[in-house]
């Protein structure tokens, strides 16, 4: 028969207020709280004797032991993970030496095709210059009609795309697109006053000084200004293209020297 001393008692009891008191922190902690309720601070001061300071480093190492925990998981979770490692070593010792010599291999052929694609490149780019150069020495009569041919469409087409992009930058200017002018009377005063004076009516005030404003007239010519800076939008691209277009056909005879008929073979 085992006589349990005083001492024995003790320790047993204050083993039992431990479990208890971390069971409690646990419950906060479960909770999501961060602050312990009044009779817990009480239950934890006179069973425990901790003060503020020492439920508050309490708390934390019980929040730790959890956060722990559930990390370090059970055995057989740990078993597991040591299992799926091993797994995953053996894995890699067997298939990553192939899979290294397959990305060798794909990076080998996609340094080829970069090699390839610069060289062909560079190829066309010395072929085009070539091109180029030759029309320094085409024949001078084909010169001089190539330089008709260009006034010509420069005179027309060239003419109506010069024409048509000073409009739309005018109309950039009366519309105040991209805040060309910072305020109101910037855009009066600087802008419309001079673009488009219909858009503009002054007065004289009784200091004598000339104030001006939008016209009653300004909402209908913003509105024909818009449609016609919409159409115009859409129009400039395609003009620019016929422009291209055809002083690229104009320039054709330059090319005299590049045709297959002109190039001796022999």
């Known amino acids: 028969m085992t006589v349990e001393t005083i001492g024995d008692f003790v320790q047993a009891d204050f083993a039992d207020r431990s479990r208890e008191a971390d069971e409690l922190l646990k419950e906060v902690i479960r909770g999501g709280r961060t602050v312990l309720l009044t009779s817990e601070r009480a239950w934890l001061s006179r069973e425990m004797g901790w003060d503020e300071k020492q439920i508050t480093k309490e708390l934390r190492r019980v929040n730790n032991i959890m956060r722990l925990q559930a990390i370090a998981g059970t055995p057989d979770d740990r078993e597991a993970a040591l299992d799926e490692c091993q797994t995953s070593v053996d894995l890699l010792a067997k298939e990553g030496p192939k899979i290294e010599q397959k990305i060798q291999e794909l990076q080998s052929k996609l340094n080829g095709l970069e090699r390839d694609a610069?060289?062909?490149?560079?190829?066309?780019?010395?072929?085009?210059?070539?091109?180029?150069?030759?029309?320094?020495?085409?024949?001078?009569d084909i010169v001089e009609r190539v330089k008709l041919a260009v006034a010509t469409v420069d005179a027309s087409i060239g003419k109506e795309l010069r024409n048509a992009e000073a409009r739309l930058l005018e109309l950039r200017s009366i519309?105040?697109?991209?805040?060309?002018?910072?305020?109101?009377?910037?855009?009066?005063?600087?802008?419309?006053?001079?673009?488009?004076?219909?858009?503009?009516?002054?007065?004289?005030?009784?200091?004598?000084?000339?104030?001006?404003?939008?016209?009653?007239?300004w909402p209908q010519l913003k509105s024909d200004c818009e449609s016609e800076y919409s159409e115009l939008s859409q129009r400039l691209p395609e003009l620019r293209h016929e422009y291209e277009n055809a002083i690229q056909t104009a320039e054709a005879p330059l090319d005299f020297h590049a045709d297959p008929r002109n190039i001796d073979n022999d």
Do not use: W
């Not at 610069?118 to 001078?140: F, G, I, M, N």
């Open 118 to 140: 610069s060289t062909a490149q560079k190829r066309v780019e010395a072929q085009s210059q070539a091109v180029q150069q030759l029309r320094q020495y085409c024949p001078q």
């Open 175 to 217: 519309l105040n697109i991209g805040n060309v002018y910072e305020s109101p009377i910037d855009h009066l005063t600087r802008g419309l006053k001079f673009i488009l004076p219909a858009a503009v009516s002054s007065m004289v005030d009784d200091g004598a000084m000339i104030r001006l404003s939008y016209s009653p007239a």
